[in-house]
């Protein structure tokens, strides 16, 4: 199977900034999509950031000009940069993975890491 590691998440003032990082290990063969989604309190998880067939992006409306997502492929680790942090970015974050194990035409794998937990204060 497919481990996701998180980390990097914190607290930090609003207009502040963090990086967070997901470390994929396991018998990776292919991933698919990497995408970041978070929970906040009493709220449900949402999609923030993610990559689609590789290279493609795409960010929800609400992160759109402060949060950037990349990825290092040779060290299968995926990152969300974010920048001028609100309040309301407070949440869990999660990185999620899937794609097929072993090779590009193995079964397939469908991964959540632990969270990590991300608090801006005002």
């Known amino acids: 199977q497919v481990q996701l590691v998180e980390s990097g998440g914190g607290l930090v003032e609003a207009e502040g900034s963090l990086r967070l990082s997901c470390a994929a290990s396991g018998s990776i063969g292919a991933i698919t999509i990497m995408a970041w989604h978070r929970q906040a309190p009493g709220k449900q998880r949402e999609l923030v950031a993610m990559?689609?067939?590789?290279?493609?992006?795409n960010y929800a409306d609400s992160v759109k000009g402060r949060f950037t997502i990349s990825r290092d492929n040779a060290k299968n680790t995926m990152y969300l940069q974010m920048n001028s942090l609100k309040p309301e970015d407070t949440g869990v974050y999660y990185c999620y993975a899937n794609g097929r194990l072993h090779s590009a035409y193995g079964p397939p794998f469908d991964s959540w890491g632990q969270g990590t937990q991300v608090t801006v204060s005002s």
């Open positions: 990559f689609t067939s590789g290279v493609s992006t």
